[in-house]
């Protein structure tokens, strides 16, 4: 099973849309909702007010001010600081404060005495709250940050710079402090500026080796457009793997995954802070069957395109318990 498939690209050497005409070049900023003028209430968790409906209420409120879920963390775009910034639980108790009015008493019924008086969020609740899938799965879900503003390949569009702020159709959140420059650059102009930041550099070759060290500069300016976010290419290592035996007058199978990363990895450093879980997206799922029996000797091998019966996408967020498992018919795999 791989991880997130997501736009096809176009043919390489599609001109910036914005090539011809500067003008046409996409907004620099996707602009934030402005701070509410009157702050709704909220009623903290206590007596007769669960932890669940909270977390519920809270994440409709600040779901639309740059709030996103980003794998299995929370990020928020600090306005005063003009960047994103991971929330942790004493950044959640004040960063809410700007937008709701949190208290410990329920909204007055008509005709009784208004008690609600401006109370903090309690520390024990803030971190119940970003853990909470209530609270999570209401915040916009970002695949990656960039400190700039970088290209991305895209069919409708083809070549184009991503605004700051989040895209919508990549889930990329740039960071609104994104150094700007110039995107109207003539290239006789551009070869020039990258003569001279390389002048001083004393190339063997000068040819082959100055166009080596410009290609290394570009792959890091150009990474959206060769990952598998723009390439349309599953990773190429499984990220979760499940074996069990089929059983049932119903045929069945149903078991829980095991999780996989590379050592040192990001995401075993993700996973090792918090609790390890899949990113809602688009999977890979790879059906193998032990007909011979292989696991019998040797519970360790490794099942390969012999006991590959088919292969479906899946998209899911997939949410624990056995109630919410997420299914997938034995119909849709295909060769």
Avoid at 9 to 36: C, H, N, Y
Avoid at 94 to 108: G, Y
Avoid at 292 to 299: E, H, I, P, T, V
């Amino acid at each position: 099973m791989t991880e997130t498939l997501n736009e096809t690209p176009m043919p390489v050497g599609r001109k910036l849309i914005f090539d011809d005409d500067p003008s046409q070049a996409p907004a620099w900023e996707t602009a934030l909702p402005p701070l509410p003028v009157e702050k709704p209430w909220i009623q903290l968790p206590g007596e007769g007010r669960l932890v669940s409906a909270f977390a519920q209420d809270l994440g409709g409120q600040l779901a639309p001010h740059g709030l996103y879920r980003w794998s299995e963390r929370v990020l928020a775009e600090d306005r005063a600081a003009n960047q994103s910034t991971l929330l942790d639980a004493p950044r959640l108790v004040t960063f809410v404060e700007d937008f709701v009015q949190c208290t410990k008493h329920p909204a007055p019924a008509e005709g009784e005495e208004d008690k609600r008086v401006v109370t903090s969020m309690r520390l024990g609740d803030a971190k119940l709250v970003l853990a909470a899938d209530r609270f999570r799965n209401q915040l916009q879900a970002v695949e990656h940050v960039n400190p700039i503003r970088l290209p991305v390949l895209a069919p409708a569009t083809g070549l184009r710079l991503l605004p700051e702020g989040v895209d919508d159709k990549t889930r990329i959140l740039t960071e609104r402090r994104s150094l700007p420059y110039r995107l109207d650059l003539p290239i006789d102009e551009a070869r020039s500026l990258l003569d001279g930041l390389l002048g001083e550099f004393p190339f063997a070759d000068a040819a082959y080796a100055k166009a080596v060290q410009l290609a290394a500069m570009l792959t890091v300016y150009g990474l959206d457009l060769l990952s598998p976010r723009a390439s349309n290419a599953w990773e190429s290592k499984p990220i979760a793997i499940s074996d069990r035996g089929v059983s049932g007058k119903a045929k069945l199978w149903q078991h829980s995954l095991v999780l996989l990363a590379d050592r040192d990895s990001e995401r075993a450093r993700l996973w090792s802070g918090s609790e390890a879980g899949l990113p809602t997206g688009k999977y890979l799922l790879k059906v193998h069957v032990d007909v011979a029996g292989r696991l019998k000797s040797d519970w360790n091998a490794t099942l390969g395109e012999a006991e590959l019966i088919g292969e479906a996408v899946v998209e899911s967020g997939w949410p624990k318990g056995y109630g919410k498992m997420t299914v997938v018919e034995a119909g849709r795999l295909r060769r």
